[in-house]
């Protein structure tokens, strides 16, 4: 166990971190104990790509702040097509092969969650 000295608008607090190995870790204060289970957050999935589509999912959740393509555009292999902030942080969300863009399933502005369907592109040579 480590203890540490933390300041929040002012006032110092002791602390002290423990290193759990289970998915449960508990937490307690001079006044009272809880106890909080940890998930791990989802994997993303994997861009879909198949003979007809390719379907770009969202790695992470956040907001679409700009949409760079619209239907009908060619898009090259790592071409950003979206952007997406998320943690104040602005991420590229890039195609993974060369395609058409067939369909764009968010709006700007919109927030999303990991995993969410963005677009759908038809592989060069398809429609």
């Known amino acids: 166990m480590r203890k ?3 300041k929040v608008n002012g006032k110092v607090f002791e602390v002290e971190i423990e290193e759990e190995t289970s998915a449960q870790a508990p937490i307690s204060s001079k006044r009272s104990g809880i106890e909080v289970s940890v998930e791990k957050p989802p994997m993303p999935r994997a861009p879909r790509v198949t003979k007809k589509e390719i379907d770009i999912t969202s790695p992470i959740p ?3 702040i700009e949409i760079k393509k619209q239907v009908g555009d060619k898009v090259k292999a790592g071409e950003t097509v979206i952007i997406l902030e998320a943690m104040k942080m602005e991420n590229a969300i890039i195609t993974p092969a060369k395609g058409v863009v067939k369909e764009i399933k968010v709006k700007k502005g919109e927030k ?12 060069s040579g398809r429609k």
């Open 4 to 6: 540490f000295k933390i």
């Open 62 to 64: 956040g907001l679409i």
């Open 112 to 123: 999303i969650d990991t995993g969410n369907l963005l677009m759908i592109l038809t592989p």
